[in-house]
């Protein structure tokens, strides 16, 4: 039996790499993302996550704002300025995540380069609603 584009559209699976040391949200996303056409890559480690993004090259990256080892110039928000400025993330969607968000940091997230930044713990409807509005 032959498939049709649209077959194999449906059954594409998207590479979604979570760089996070909250082993709390990593559960979480696992659970939330069980059921769809996500296949999660988890990098709890900052400092090998920019050698990881390169040999995955992921479809989405959620990262969060702040970790050990992302501090200072290696900020989530520093991190996602420099992927945009690389030929190869410059259009590859990234979501900072965030146990505080405000306006300013919305603001910050999208100065930095990020398409959205949503609070932690991040709720699961919210979370496929913009993977989907990403066109992912």
């Known amino acids: 039996e032959t498939m049709t584009a649209t077959d194999q ?6 590479t ?3 760089i996070d040391d909250d082993f709390a949200m990593l559960s979480r996303l696992y659970d939330y993302l069980d059921d769809t056409v996500f296949d999660i890559v988890s990098i709890s ?3 090998t996550a920019l050698t990881d993004l390169i040999s ?3 479809d989405v990256i959620l990262m969060a704002t702040s970790m050990p080892g992302l501090n200072g110039s290696f900020s989530g928000f520093k991190v996602c300025a420099r992927l945009r400025k690389s030929h190869t993330f410059r259009t ?3 979501i900072l995540l ?3 968000v405000t306006w300013f940091t919305r603001l910050k997230a999208k100065w930095h380069g990020a398409s959205v930044c949503l609070q932690k713990p991040v709720n699961r409807t919210r979370l496929l609603t913009e993977l989907f509005f990403m066109s992912v």
């Open 9 to 14: 559209e449906k059954t594409k699976i998207y």
């Open 92 to 94: 590859v969607p990234i």
């Open 98 to 100: 965030a146990h505080h």
């Open 56 to 58: 995955y090259q992921p």
């Open 45 to 47: 480690d900052p400092i």
């Open 16 to 18: 979604l790499m979570c």
